[in-house]
Each structure stands twice: as C-alpha cells, then as structure tokens.
C-alpha cells in the first residue's frame, strides 16, 4: 500500500486482461480522483468559470456523473445515466486552451495518486478521446 492515504490501490498481481476499472481499483479509487480533481479544476484562475454560480448540489451530482461516467467506461459495472459528452458540454464555450489546463490537472491528479504510468495512459487516451465532443470549434 502507498503511503498515500488515499492512493489508488494497484495490485501488483493484477489479473492478466483486468479492466482498466480494476486496475485503478475500482469505484473507490476513480471517486477519489474525482475528489480531487474537481477541486483543482474549480480553483484554477481559468476554468472556474465553468462551476461559477454552481449550486453545492448541482457540483455533488455532476461528480457523481463523473465517477459513474469513468467507472462505466474504463470496465466497471456502474451504468451512467447523464447525457452524451457533447450535449453534455455544449454552449459552455470550451476553447483548446481550457482543454489543456484541464489535461495538465488531470496528469497532476493521476501523479498525485501515484496511478503507473501504463494506466495513466489508458485515462488519458481514452479522456483525450473525447475531445471532439467537449471542445468547441
């Protein structure tokens, strides 16, 4: 175990053709990031524009849609029930430099938790495949 309380629990012995959702360590693990990374997000100077005038209940659903939205897509058995990525971030005028802050805080959040470094880079392939859907052009 980390000496990080709250580190994502990798077993060494991982099961040959694990989810990616095992490999990070499940719900608790992926909640944990997104306890951490949401706060990053709302602090930064630049993308705090997005939760600005955010009812404190509106922010708890809208990560709990992010656990459940990467716990079912990295092989999980959660189903998420929110809206597509696109319609989902449509109109909040996204730009390619709010993307990349983004990145740059979620590499942090994942260094943070000592996720390795082949899991790191499943999330951020597949985050980085959606993109499309969440920038606006």
């Given amino acids: 175990m ?3 309380p709250h580190a994502c629990e990798v077993s060494a012995n ?4 694990a989810t990616l959702y095992a ?7 992926i909640a944990a990031v997104a306890d951490d990374l949401l706060p990053r997000l709302m602090a930064d100077a630049q993308l ?7 009812a404190a209940d509106s922010i708890r659903r809208e990560k709990q849609l992010l656990v459940d ?3 079912a897509q990295s092989g999980g058995n959660l ?3 929110g809206r597509d990525m696109q319609a989902s971030h449509r109109g909040m005028g996204i730009r390619d430099d709010d993307w990349e ?3 740059a805080h979620l590499k942090a959040c994942l260094e943070h938790f ?3 470094h082949a899991e790191r880079d499943e999330v951020l392939a597949f985050v980085e495949s959606t993109k499309a859907d969440i920038v606006e052009r």
């Avoid at 490999?23 to 693990?29: E, I, K, P, S, T």
């Avoid at 705090?48 to 955010?54: L, V």
């Fill in 114 to 116: 000592r996720v390795p």
């Fill in 14 to 17: 991982v099961v040959p053709g």
């Fill in 48 to 54: 705090g524009r997005f939760w600005k005038h955010r």
């Fill in 79 to 81: 189903y998420y029930t």
């Fill in 23 to 29: 490999r990070l360590g499940g719900y608790d693990a």
């Fill in 101 to 103: 802050l983004f990145i």
């Fill in 69 to 71: 939205f990467l716990c």
């Fill in 2 to 4: 980390s000496e990080n």
